[in-house]
């Protein structure tokens, strides 16, 4: 029994510190400001980032010269954004605050991968 707990708690915990370590990503991402030839390149509309335009920046990341460095934080975030949107489907008939907070989730997820996407044009052209 003892066992048991103990393997639940650990599995707690280690859920919990991925949730945090994705959250800590994405709020520092956020912070970045993508530039004006990356938004047109990639066809986005101002610094809107849609939750469904991920999946494309992600493609177009792909294509991209890896710096190296970021594909670790690549394989997380694609995790957790396809985490939040099953998630979404789940909870969205419950409330429209849910909704609202997993879309906000899935934006932030979307501008992870254009900051990541102006990073690798980045190294492109210098």
């Given at each position: 029994m003892l066992p048991s707990l103990i393997f639940i708690f650990s599995i707690g915990a280690?859920?919990?510190f991925a949730f945090a370590y994705c959250r800590s990503l994405l709020l520092?991402?956020?912070?970045?400001?993508?530039?004006?030839?990356t938004l047109q390149l990639a066809g986005l509309i101002g610094e809107i980032f849609r939750p469904h335009e991920f999946g494309r920046l992600m493609a177009l990341v792909d294509m991209q010269v890896s710096p190296g460095d970021d594909g670790a934080e690549i394989r997380v975030i694609?995790?957790?954004?396809?985490?939040?949107?099953s998630a979404?489907?789940?909870v969205s008939p419950l409330g429209r605050g849910a909704s609202t907070w997993f879309d906000r989730e899935l934006s932030l997820c979307t501008h992870f991968?254009?900051?990541t996407l102006d990073r690798r044009l980045s190294v492109v052209t210098e």
């Open positions: 280690l859920v919990q520092a991402y956020a912070k970045v400001q993508v530039s004006e030839h694609t995790f957790y954004h396809e985490l939040l949107r979404r489907i789940l991968a254009a900051v």
